[in-house]
């Protein structure tokens, strides 16, 4: 049953589904909204996404590459999940991106922001392949989601996120690991 939602939900967004949050998704998420400074990707704005301005090296041309994938990734995520924070290919294996609702979800308004990590798998096989979610704060355990699949691993959510990382994991069939990697989530020392 779950590889049948993901397989859908990756459907649905490689067909076209726009991702812009309502009024009324918006108003009903927790948090207070907060200023981000945000611009635009080429292909984003079709989609209702758009990226931190001080996203990591790379990520924007990850997100210009293939905007359809990067829509896929911020619809797994769910509602109002349309701001990217930060993105990572690894070879032909699998892309890792994450993205934030721009709200905030404590008292500091730059580390204490929602977080959703995905791990697409671009082998087109299923693989073992993982995704584990840290936020900045060394008590809040980790979050993961390791497994075998062909489409991607996650989502995976940490309330206060930003300037945490994001480790893939990928093996093959075989047992050798191709991906092995940690991706800062925003742009933190």
């Known amino acids: 049953m779950t590889r049948l939602i993901r397989t859908a939900a990756m459907a ?18 927790s948090g207070s909204s907060t200023a981000a400074a945000t ?7 079709a989609n209702g996404l758009t990226m931190v301005q001080e996203a990591p090296k790379g990520t924007k041309a990850i997100l ?9 990734a911020a619809n797994v995520c769910g509602s109002g999940y349309t701001i990217s924070v930060s993105a990572a290919r690894y070879g032909t294996y699998g892309t890792v991106y994450t993205w ?9 308004a730059y580390y204490d922001k929602p977080i959703c990590g995905v791990f697409f798998n671009d082998t087109g096989a299923a693989r073992y392949m993982g995704i584990r ?6 008590d809040t355990p980790a979050v993961e989601d ?44």
Do not use: H, W
Not at 13 to 26: H, K, R, W
């Open 39 to 45: 611009i635009e990707f080429a292909g984003g704005s």
């Open 133 to 138: 979610l840290n936020d900045n704060y060394t």
């Open 100 to 108: 934030t609702n721009g709200k905030t979800s404590g008292p500091n």
């Open 64 to 72: 210009e590459a293939n905007p359809s994938a990067a829509a896929a």
């Open 146 to 189: 390791f497994g075998t699949y062909s489409t991607y691993a996650g989502p995976v959510y940490q309330n206060r996120g930003y300037c945490g990382t994001a480790y893939s994991y990928m093996k093959q069939p075989n047992g050798t690991v191709v991906v092995d990697n940690k991706l800062g989530v925003g742009a933190c020392n």
């Open 12 to 29: 649905a967004a490689l067909a076209g589904a726009v991702l812009v949050p309502t009024a009324t998704a918006s108003a009903a998420m």
